[in-house]
């Protein structure tokens, strides 16, 4: 193993340079200069998201190995791409290097984001690394692009659209337990789940394209929290079928296991990255989803969009579970959140 | 003062949507989605550029003013877009919190981002708030656009061509000395410097238009670093007149003082953000820099790039001195580095 300071800053960008050479005709200029050049075409938005992951409160590498750390700081910011329906088009990355952190540990993440990267589109285009004696992050920035006016937002719904979520649930959650508390078992699907999440950037064109999404967003806090979000800036109330909800087999295996409430433990599970969108019920029927091509996408219709008075309410059979809060608030650790919402 | 648990992440958002609120015919969605949208122009290269700012090894509150930390965090950032001769369009940030920090420090913070955004034609059009346990750091992603073409770099200096420097070097590390140590006395020039650096964006665009610029980099590490990593981008040698290094006034009196080397103080200045660039000789001949309008940039011809056979040289009158190496490498504190190379 290498110090950092026996290859000093300069032998590690050319290091990061090596692993992230790649030619794409939208990028004129990559990783080595003051900034990286974009050409992005006419006739499209360029979208920025971002994204950061700090050691101790968003990952922990004892059970993450640097290579998925790598992979998921990208993806997770390729899922806020997903969630406007755009295409990846390049990334900058901020890595803050804490002094224990040897070459290879460095040259392992950014394989693991140049491996996502090539799988999803996205060119690794620049970045800074600093020091950060203590605590790592990954700062993340990508720079996507979508054709103007087929950007999805969540701020567009509107009542009597129907609500839909790609995939399956509790995946994330149970992956996160399963890794931190050493349990053995097969619970493989969702230890991969949690640390090399799969932003659905292709289902969302698609969906978009198929249903004339009417509002995304993507789950990265838990699906109450999302749903919470999206209705709160579209100034809508909703309503959601509990038995509706899809949940990964390995997760309602594990919960029932731990004796926690399947549904809750899937309505809070953070860091799914699927995406929670909402499609206009007559365009939705009119389309013929057993017409799809082979790739389609599975997603579940879950609810339904209502005016605001009507509040938010979660139906279980025929009574009426209590609505659960947001999955993570970053800051508001106890207290305030309910008992369920323990991530 | 409020705690940050007390108006959580959502009341944390809508704070710093009231603060950025500005409107732009560029930017089509700000703060508040997963993603923010631009209208970037044909026959423009968008530039995207990135840097991180670390609790105690790039900042110290002690005498930072959150605001000033604000300002300066999107500033050494807008710097980047400079050298490349671009104009600055959107902005995100990537903000990690410690938990000892009030909402009123995070607004600080922001504040003073705006009032830097708001100077150089930037919007604060999104990010991400962490929380960050012990270390605060702030990592911002600048997107810019060039017209094709018309963008600066650091690899196309070529032999023969004129180095210059704008501004007057030294006064950064002269303001960081002032204030790490408590010194009294009038240093208000370089306090103010290192606190909220002027990033050159007219500057560059302006000398580029008039000269030509045929190579150019931002000198936030120091012009001894800064001139070494052009010349390696470029494949070049250069020869450097000590006598000709513009010092600014407060930096030779401090290092008088100090009973430092003046050209080795303001060589080795970093964070100084002004603009290190290469024009051909020619054409600076034949442009006739009393013509300039008033508002026209200060520069100084201080060397020469050369073949690359004949090595970095710095002569003084008739002697010549020993190269002054990078200014600040993140990982290498100590040992390699010469030893001015303090910073």
Chains 1, 2 share one sequence.
Not at 163 to 182: D, F, N, P, Q, W
Request: charged fraction near 30%.
């Amino acid at each position: 193993l290498t110090r950092l300071s026996e290859i000093g800053e300069f032998g590690l960008v050319r290091k990061i340079q090596a692993l992230c050479r790649r030619s794409d005709g939208r990028v004129k200029l990559g990783i080595g200069d003051d900034g990286a050049l974009l050409r992005i075409r006419p006739g499209f938005l360029s979208v920025v998201a971002s994204d950061s992951l700090v050691e101790g409160v968003h990952f922990d590498l004892k059970y993450t190995p640097p290579e998925s750390l790598g992979w998921k700081s990208l993806a997770v910011n390729l899922s806020d791409l997903a969630a406007m329906a755009a295409d990846p088009v390049a990334c900058v990355i901020g890595l803050g290097i804490p002094d224990a952190w040897t070459v290879e540990t460095v040259e392992s993440l950014y394989l693991g984001m140049e491996r996502c990267g090539r799988e999803y589109g996205c060119v690794v285009a620049g970045g800074d690394t600093v020091r950060s004696p203590e605590t790592a992050f990954v700062s993340v920035t990508v720079v996507g692009e979508v054709e103007d006016g087929a950007e999805t937002r969540r701020d567009t719904a509107r009542p009597g659209d129907l609500i839909c979520v790609t995939g399956e649930l509790g995946g994330a959650r149970t992956g996160l337990e399963v890794l931190s508390s050493g349990e053995k078992g097969s619970w493989a699907a969702s230890a991969g789940r949690f640390l090399e999440p799969r932003p659905r950037i292709a289902e969302a064109r698609h969906l978009n394209r198929t249903f004339g999404v009417t509002s995304m967003i993507d789950i990265s806090d838990g699906l109450g929290s999302e749903l919470g979000r999206l209705c709160e800036a579209s100034r809508c109330g909703c309503r959601v079928s509990a038995e509706t909800i899809p949940v990964a087999n390995e997760a309602r295996r594990w919960a029932q296991a731990k004796r926690r409430d399947v549904f809750d433990f899937a309505m809070t599970s953070g860091e799914e990255y699927e995406l929670l969108f909402t499609v206009d019920p007559v365009r939705f029927s009119e389309s013929d989803r057993r017409k799809e091509p082979a790739g389609s996408v599975p997603f579940t219709v879950i609810g339904e969009i209502r005016e605001p008075s009507e509040g938010m309410r979660i139906l279980d059979g025929g009574r009426e579970r209590p609505w659960i809060g947001k999955g993570w608030d970053h800051f508001n650790r106890g207290g305030r959140e309910s008992a369920t919402d323990s991530r």
